[in-house]
C-alpha cells in the first residue's frame, strides 16, 4: 500500500474514532479529538493534522496506536451491543422490534468494521 492510500485509510479510520468518541462521551468534536490523541500517545496537532490532509506521513508508531485504540473500541463496542441484543432477546417479546433490529444491524456493521481492521492490519 502506497504512503498516500496508507494516510487516506488512516485520516478515515481517525474521523471515525473521534466521531464515534464525541457521540459516546458528549464531547465537541474537539475536545473528542484533543483526548484521543492522548489515547493514541499523539499530540493534538498531528492528530488535527492528520484530519486536515496535512501530515505528511504516517510511521508505523502512529499507525500502530491509532489502530490498536480503533480495535479496542470496536471490540468494546461489539461487546456492548451484543449484551444489549442479548437482553432485548431475553426479554421473550422484545418492547420494539425496531429497535432489536437496529442492534442487530448496528452490531453486524461494528463485526464487519472490526474484521477488516484486523484482517488489513496483518
Not at 499507525?63 to 432477546?89: F, H, M, S, W
Request: proline share 2%; aromatic share 4%; charged share 30%.
Amino acid at each position: 500500500m502506497s504512503a498516500t492510500l496508507y494516510l487516506d485509510a488512516a485520516e478515515t479510520l481517525a474521523r471515525s474514532c473521534v466521531r464515534r468518541h464525541a457521540a459516546r462521551t458528549g464531547l465537541t468534536l474537539d475536545e473528542a479529538r484533543d483526548r484521543l490523541a492522548a489515547e493514541f500517545g499523539w499530540s493534538p496537532g498531528t492528530l488535527y493534522n492528520l484530519l486536515r490532509g496535512r501530515l505528511k506521513r504516517l510511521d508505523a508508531d502512529l499507525r500502530a496506536g491509532l489502530t490498536r485504540y480503533a480495535v479496542e473500541d470496536l471490540q468494546n463496542e461489539i461487546a456492548a451491543l451484543t449484551r444489549e441484543l442479548e437482553n432485548a432477546r431475553g426479554l421473550g417479546r422484545p418492547q420494539d422490534p425496531q429497535l432489536v433490529g437496529k442492534a442487530a444491524a448496528l452490531l453486524n456493521e461494528a463485526r464487519a468494521l472490526h474484521d477488516r481492521m484486523v484482517g488489513g492490519a496483518q
